[in-house]
């Protein structure tokens, strides 16, 4: 899987950083994590065609989170896209997103979808699984855990040889499911590799249903608004401090952790970084248009994407 | 007055083109010309404050015009504004900014007042006149002229020194409507000049309430969302021609044209200024972030301001 940070600013944007969006991709199909202004025109400036949007997934109403939506819709609609689109977020999303579209006469000409989750629901997208749980932000807030599809488990082409089966047809018949001179595929093929998993807490504070819900994820996308000398603040507003999101991480056992919706108040986020590194070392901050893949190697950072050298 | 183009595609944005919004100021007081999506960032990006708006002219309910409204009042609530605002439009912009403003919990901090026009009206912006003109773009539209604040005559100091009059401290008691020595203030100062004018189409076709509210501007701003080749379309979409906007300028023995709102079909904008300028030479085609300056002596176009050289 991909991630690409659209937008990291908590609140509003800045010179540098858009507000919260976030596109996780696998093959080629994105979900987007919620949608703040001026993700559409992000998108474009992206290697993500938003044209293979699956599902937006809203973790709570806010505008920093949800006032691109309108846009991406209609832009989508004036782009000829007849495929349908699951919007997804909070009780209270289909309203907003109603209220959002009545402003102008725009109908979208495909499909839209809205699902109102509170957390525990579990949905498919295209066959990725998205799970849902509760989170902690003062009014209706979700997070969500995007799992890829599962892959097929791997044939030991060794021990198929000693049982028999030499051609590269009968290797393929074995994988595709057929016993093949009484080598059934349950001996020489493994278990099915679960497909990896990317948290997105959206705002909240840290709480159990998290907790819960992040356990063992591959990558915790979280957000880190304050750091840990304005705990205070972070308390009051129903906000992390990056220190105590690589806590969160550390103890769901995490393997890699990054963090978003950064105040502007952090020119340098590399201390903010710092910070959740010293805690739990697989820690990375957030650009505008930062890159992540995730394989079965690990995390690996591809930078900054510009249209220059998307 | 000076004219920053804050978006200038039509309909969608694209990699290098937000939406509509155009910034007008004079001194240090801003209005704002529509208001598309990803306005507030262009205006962070940009040598103008945001919050030194006074007012948002909306000229009609499409979302590439509006859908940057609620972010922008937010950021300027959770700036810590306390200057009032005001959002003008045709009618059902205020339902339209109550629907946008309803989706999260963000009321303002500072007072906004809605004032819905269709032409004909005239409002007093902090001393810049405003008047509204209908347009024709098949929903409810009107365009805006801003004139700046009248400025004094100029005093014939030669004239003043012949009748008399002869320090610098009597010639500013003239100039501050003292008569001295029985020499008048309306002796030697010439008649009060009056504020310079720029008018903003929206969308809309060419029209007769148009004609008649641009007639003598010193800059219409107007929509060129096709050229000529697409005219059966501009007709179909409510929509103008860059020849025809130049016709419109041509006709109103207005001093200068710049387009915008210019569809993304035209990768080479420089077409677009071309075809205007067979008809009336005075014409520009506007980037995103270019910034004109109108004075006395003229328009004087001062380029794509950026964060580095703005």
Chains 1, 2 share one sequence.
Request: hydrophobic share 35%; proline share 5%.
């Amino acid at each position: 899987m991909e991630i690409l940070f659209l937008g990291t600013s908590a609140a509003v944007p800045s010179k540098e950083h858009s507000t919260s969006c976030i596109a996780v991709r696998s093959g080629s199909d994105i979900i987007l994590l919620d949608c703040g202004e001026g993700s559409q025109r992000q998108l474009m400036l992206s290697p993500f065609s938003f044209m293979k949007i699956r599902a937006v997934l809203i973790t709570h109403l806010h505008g920093d989170h949800v006032f691109g939506l309108p846009g991406l819709l209609q832009t989508m609609s004036l782009s000829n896209r007849t495929d349908p689109l699951l919007v997804c977020g909070p009780p209270g999303v289909g309203a907003a997103l109603e209220a959002m579209m009545s402003v102008t006469e725009g109908e979208t000409q495909y499909p839209v979808e809205v699902r109102e989750v509170s957390g525990g629901e579990s949905l498919d997208v295209n066959g990725l699984t998205v799970t849902v749980y509760a989170t902690d932000h003062g009014i209706a807030s979700v997070g969500y855990v995007v799992q890829d599809r599962q892959r097929p488990g791997k044939l030991d082409a060794a021990k198929a040889r000693s049982m028999g089966v030499t051609s590269g047809r009968d290797m393929a018949r074995l994988k595709n499911g057929e016993t093949v001179n009484g080598v059934r595929p349950e001996d020489v093929i493994g278990p099915v590799i679960p497909g990896q998993r990317v948290a997105y807490s959206g705002d909240t504070r840290p709480c159990p249903t998290e907790d819960e819900a992040v356990r063992g994820a591959d990558v915790i996308v979280h957000e880190a608004t304050y750091m840990e000398s304005e705990a205070a603040q972070a308390v009051d507003h129903f906000h992390t401090t990056a220190r105590q999101a690589a806590e969160i991480a550390r103890d769901a056992c995490a393997r890699h952790l990054i963090l978003t919706h950064i105040s502007n108040r952090y020119d340098d986020r590399s201390a903010v970084e710092a910070e959740a590194r010293s805690v739990f070392p697989e820690s990375y901050v957030a650009e505008d248009m930062g890159l992540f893949t995730l394989t079965s190697a690990g995390l690996r950072y591809d930078g900054v994407r510009t249209p220059e050298n998307r």
